[in-house]
């Protein structure tokens, strides 16, 4: 090429006489020789090239071209010279059109190859320190890309197992930046809205996800908790403390009903009770699985706030949680708020006795709610973790249903009958009160005999105290002798397991394998068909169809008969 063709780089570019393959070809060439002399010219070639994005209409692009511009300017970006050029700047209307292509790219089922020269491009960009202008003065901006990769995640997922590395890596890299930022900004009202309208289901989405799938391995994990950060940061910031708790008097304090709930933080909570109300699939799956965790950061972030905070929103959460359709999964979201609600001592905070009556008037309602689930819900293992939580929270509000609670776990559909009742067992036992427990029991049969249906629990229930404690009841329990946490005398020997003492009675003993030795000795253990739960739990329970006995006289011991066992009709 001679000198002054070189020297016309720019007005050949807006040659539109030209085709747009053959103007990219001259901006690669002008980017990386050094015989082409315009001023500037590394800004100038960039410029265009996300000029012709910007306005594709303007320029007469169709979708071969932009994917080209794409490929062209990710060329340009990932050379050399591009990262030593530190004067070298990105316009900010280009970041909502990035933002714009991310989501048209990665929502719709387009070439793959398109999305990927996007994220390349992005990649780049955010990772250079030109784009610093970009955190601070153009966030609203930053808001439109985060929504738009996180959408773009979201899709990966919905129609496969797995997002690209090369957008988790992006997420890893801007979300911990984007999160501090969001923090940092004066307008934090704004932010929960933004937070709430464009990235909250999108971001809930891919958190479920991800977990399910163990997806990307170590960046994934990395790319979900970073996620649970940014939501947890931004709807829980410092300065919505206040407006929280002003949302929950509103709502559930009589002398304040009055007051007017703070828009942005009734916006927010609106936008999850919706979400449950009116999402469909793992959108609304995604929002429930949050709202123990979302309860569990609200503890930590205002629980010393006010004392009834955690309660009161515990209830909405619970509200909220009941207006989904599929009652298996309201029962599975309600345990797991229970137990949050236990864990983190939401119950018991209540500074006056109209607010503790509050409370156990709550949880009544709720072991009446329970008993009164129909259907397969009644009786299921969600069904049976909701009020096991009840029974640890405050064993008295299932105290006074007990018997109907015993009756529902005796019925032969019941999935959690045995683990409710070996909790009420041991309720009753640490209260001395194993009489009361067996007449109570012994009620809800006689309920289930009239209806002509009923059984026991099928496991053994033994009362155990650890060796060493010698006559102190105090570390009594009950416990289930079918498990594989039980084994015979001797197994840990086999096993190659070493016994160790319980933490309370470490030190009672300066030598602990001399006492066992001396304690074990003579000792015998316990039968084996109580540990394999196959032969039931009596001796004669052992007796099968089938097998030979020998039958003795009963007045004459010397007198035997072989026989064999034809039926077995119980004794």
Known sequence: MSAPMLSGLYSRLKDRSLSCTDRLKLARFGWKTPAVFVPNKEQVILDWLTGLLVNKKKFGLNDSDVEQVWATLHDILQTKKYARKTNISIKNSFT?????????????????????????????????TTMSTLFTTKFDALVALVAALLNTAAHQLRVGTTTSEQLRSILTFVLPKFTT??????????????????????????????????????????????????VDSLLLHDDHAHSYLVFLS????????????????????????????????????????????????????YGDAEASAGFRMLRYLWEAVELTGDAECRLAASAELLGVAHACAVFGQAIDDAGREDERCWMEERVTSLLACDGDAHGSAAWGRCMLQLLRVDHTVVEARVVTVMDACLTPHSECGDAVLTALLDTYARMRRLDKFTLKLLAAVRGNARQG???????????????????????????????????????????????????????????????????????????AYLLNGSGGTTPIDQIKQGMPLEIMHALNPSKVWLARVIEHIGA
Not at 191 to 198: A, G, H, I, S
Request: hydrophobic share 35%; with cysteine.
């Open 96 to 128: 909502s059109v990035l933002a714009e292509y991310i989501t048209h790219y990665g929502t719709r089922d387009v070439s793959v190859g398109s999305l990927a020269s996007v994220l390349r491009c992005c990649h780049v960009i955010l990772t250079s």
């Open 250 to 301: 509103a709502r559930y304090v009589a002398e304040a009903t009055k007051l007017q709930p703070p828009k942005h933080v009734d916006h927010a909570m609106q936008c999850l009770v919706s979400g449950v109300r009116c999402g469909a699939g793992d959108d609304r799956d995604a929002i429930i699985d949050y709202l123990p965790l979302f309860l569990e950061a609200f503890m930590k972030s």
């Open 453 to 527: 249906a009923w059984r026991f629990p099928r496991t053994f229930m033994g009362r155990l105290r650890y060796d060493g404690y010698d006559d102190d009841r105090s570390a009594d329990f009950w416990c289930d002798m079918t498990t594989s946490e039980v084994h015979r005398i001797g197994w840990c020997g086999q096993n190659c397991k070493v016994l160790q003492p319980p933490d309370a009675i470490r030190t009672k003993y300066s030598d602990w394998s001399q006492y066992l030795v001396h304690s074990l000795s003579g000792a015998s253990t316990v039968p």
């Open 181 to 230: 930022l969001a923090t940092k900004q004066i307008n934090q009202r704004q932010v929960l809205t933004w937070l709430t309208d464009k990235l909250l289901t999108p971001s809930l989405y891919v958190i479920r996800r991800m977990g399910r799938h163990g997806d990307g391995g170590r960046e994934s994990s990395a790319v979900r908790t970073l996620l649970q950060q940014l």
